[in-house]
């Protein structure tokens, strides 16, 4: 079964699908008009930008999760990002990524809960 997968330094963590998702195509266009009328355009950048959205991340997930962000935002290192789900990142993909606050969901004890939250991921390099 494939499941999102995030690779950065010594940590590897493979959590649970999501429960919505969206993939945002980005580019960087500059568009004018010439003097005689053509319409110029030049596309100097174009990649993904990745949202993973959790209605219930398991304790277990989110701190897996939360310390490989924390390490990659420390370090620098790049997060190698793969989930079969979507083409744009067949064979791994780099991005930079934040957990966007969570929330408390349901469950009980210290261990044993779940809560919300939001992954975004912006691949680093530009696509040829």
Known sequence: MNRPNFICGAYNVTIE???????????????????????????????????LIYDAMSLEDFEALEQLINYHNTSGDPILFNYEKFWQ????????????PRSFRGGKG?????????????ERDPRS
């Open 89 to 100: 990142t067949d064979g791994g993909v780099y991005v930079h990524g934040k957990l966007i």
């Open 17 to 51: 699908h999501q429960n919505d998702w969206d993939v945002t195509p980005r580019s960087g266009i500059s568009e004018n008009e010439s003097l005689g009328g053509t319409n110029l355009r030049d596309v100097s950048y174009f990649k993904y930008a990745y949202r």
């Open 110 to 122: 210290k261990d044993s809960y779940y809560q919300t939250s939001t992954i975004e991921l912006v």
